[in-house]
């Protein structure tokens, strides 16, 4: 079972960081398009059909990680070891 390196960029002061960056850019880029191409934005819509589809999957997904759990599958040592081993690389630095 591969276990996926945590990554570090998603620690809470990076993230305040990249907000504030994100918000100062995104200023920076709606003013020049307001004076280039006066104000239109893109929009995205999801229809209610993508919306029940999409929690129906986020559904599937929840009933299986609950199954695991009560069957203590995340309890193995095979799983406690590969998060162990990846926890260690990651303080470590060896991502």
Do not use: C, W
Not at 14 to 41: F, H, M, P, Q
């Amino acid at each position: 079972m591969a276990i996926s390196p945590i990554d570090q960029a998603l620690n809470l002061e990076n993230v305040k960081e990249l907000r504030k960056k994100l918000n100062s850019s995104s200023d920076k880029i709606s003013s020049t398009e307001e004076t280039s191409a006066g104000s239109s934005s893109d929009k995205v819509e999801l229809s209610p059909e993508a919306k029940k589809l999409h929690d129906a999957q986020m559904q599937s997904k929840l009933s299986d990680i609950r199954g695991k759990i009560d069957s203590g599958f995340y309890n193995s040592d095979e799983v406690l070891n590969a998060v162990a081993g990846s926890l260690v690389k990651v303080i470590k630095g060896n991502l």
